[in-house]
C-alpha cells in the first residue's frame, strides 16, 4: 500500500525550531520528487517546499531562508527542518509525493499531516 | 492573497451541473504549465481529483472533469450529490517563483 506518515509536529515558540519527518512506503521513493503543503487553521492549502528527486529543493517566499528541505533516499524518507518559527507557521503539515521526479506535476499522494503550533 | 483565484463558493442542487473557475496567469497557467485539481472533504486529506487539465485517476467518477483555456481552468461536477461537499483546490506550477501554486480554494454547498 501506497503510505506517507509525517511525525516531529508539536508545540514550539516563536522563534524556535522543529524538524519533521515524512516515511514513505509502497512506491520507489527515489524516482519522485517530493514536497511539503501547509494548512492553516481554517484556511486553504500552501505550498511550502518541494524537492526533486535529484534533490534540488525550491521553497516559498514565505519560508525561504527559515526552512530546508532534504531527503534520504536510503531511508525512504523526506524532512522538513523549521527554524526561527513564526505565529503564522502554525498549521496542520502534509507531506505528498510529486507524479514526476520534478517538483511540476500532480500531488498524487497525501499523509495525514502533522501539527505544528507555535505560541508562548 | 493566492497566485491562483477561485472563487470562494459555489452551490447547486442535487443532480445539477457546477463550475469551479482557476484564474492564473501567464507565469503558471498561461504558460502552458499542467492544472491539477484536488477535493478535501471535511477532517481529512486532500486528494488528487484531476490531473494534468483533464485526466481522472483511478477511481473517481466520470461527473468530474477538468478543462483550460489561455490562463484559466475549470473543473466541472455534473449529476451533483451530497458527498460531493467538499473544498476544492486548483494547482499549478509557475514559472517566476520556481515552485507549485495553489489555489484559494472553493467550498461547494449541494442545496
Known amino acids: 500500500e501506497v503510505q506517507l506518515l509525517e511525525s516531529g509536529g508539536g508545540l514550539v515558540q516563536p522563534g524556535g525550531s522543529l524538524r519533521l519527518s515524512c516515511a514513505a512506503s509502497?512506491?520507489?521513493?527515489?524516482?519522485?520528487?517530493m514536497s511539503w503543503v501547509r494548512q492553516a487553521p481554517g484556511k486553504g492549502l500552501e505550498w511550502v517546499s518541494g524537492i526533486s528527486s535529484g534533490g534540488s529543493t525550491y521553497y516559498a517566499d514565505s519560508v525561504k531562508g527559515r526552512f530546508t528541505i532534504s531527503r534520504d533516499n536510503s531511508k525512504n524518507t523526506v524532512f522538513l527542518q523549521m527554524n526561527s518559527l513564526r505565529g503564522d507557521d502554525t498549521a496542520l503539515y502534509y507531506c505528498a509525493k510529486y507524479s514526476l521526479s520534478w517538483v511540476v506535476g500532480a500531488l498524487d499522494i497525501w499523509g495525514q499531516g502533522t501539527m505544528v503550533t507555535v505560541s508562548s | 492573497q493566492s497566485v491562483l483565484t477561485q472563487p470562494p463558493s459555489v452551490s447547486g442542487a442535487p443532480g445539477q451541473r457546477i463550475t469551479i473557475s482557476c484564474t492564473g496567469s501567464?507565469?503558471?497557467?498561461?504558460?502552458?504549465?499542467?492544472v491539477h485539481w484536488y477535493q478535501q472533504l471535511p477532517g481529512t486529506a486532500p486528494k488528487l481529483l484531476i490531473f494534468a487539465n483533464n485526466n481522472r485517476p483511478s477511481g473517481v467518477p466520470d461527473r468530474f472533469s477538468g478543462s483550460n483555456s489561455g490562463t484559466s481552468a475549470s473543473l466541472a461536477i455534473t449529476g451533483l450529490q451530497a458527498d460531493d461537499e467538499a473544498d476544492y483546490y486548483c494547482?499549478?506550477?509557475?514559472?517566476?517563483?520556481?515552485?507549485?501554486?495553489f489555489g484559494g480554494g472553493t467550498k461547494v454547498t449541494v442545496l
Open positions: 501567464s507565469s503558471n497557467i498561461g504558460a502552458g504549465n499542467d
Open positions: 509502497g512506491f520507489t521513493f527515489s524516482n519522485y520528487a
Open positions: 494547482q499549478s506550477y509557475d514559472n517566476s517563483l520556481s515552485g507549485s501554486v
